[in-house]
């Protein structure tokens, strides 16, 4: 069993930026991909971000390549979203996510956080 919980969401303008962090509890974290996904109103959950469990692979939705950047650090259980230029389009609630694979897919996560808020003003 894997627990996740983010942070670091929040209110922040148009080209600012912001680093989500997912902490996550058990001693498995590290055989898990990790991946981060968001949620617009009205919109289905997208995904954004994956790194392998040792982190040496990363994948990013093409639109949003260069602007963020997904890590993780093992000895502290934790993945970090570190976004940069926001937009707002980018205002979503972001979901970090836990699975076998490094996956675009949400099927292919078996935990998910709670969801962290970020709103990017004009």
Do not use: H
Request: a positive charge; hydrophobic letters at 30%; glycine letters at 10%.
């Amino acid at each position: 069993q894997v627990q996740l919980v983010e942070s670091g969401g929040g209110l922040v303008q148009a080209g600012g930026s912001l680093r989500l962090s997912c902490a996550a509890s058990g001693r498995t974290f590290s055989s898990y991909a990790m991946g981060w996904f968001r949620q617009a109103p009205g919109k289905e959950r997208e995904f954004v971000a994956a790194i392998s469990w040792s982190g040496s692979s990363t994948r990013y939705t093409d639109s949003l390549k260069g602007r963020f950047t997904i890590s993780r650090d093992s000895a502290k259980n934790t993945v970090y979203l570190q976004m940069d230029s926001l937009k707002p389009e980018d205002t979503a609630v972001y979901y970090c996510a836990a699975g076998e694979y490094t996956s675009t897919l949400r099927t292919t996560y078996n935990y998910w956080g709670q969801g962290t808020q970020v709103t990017v003003s004009s």
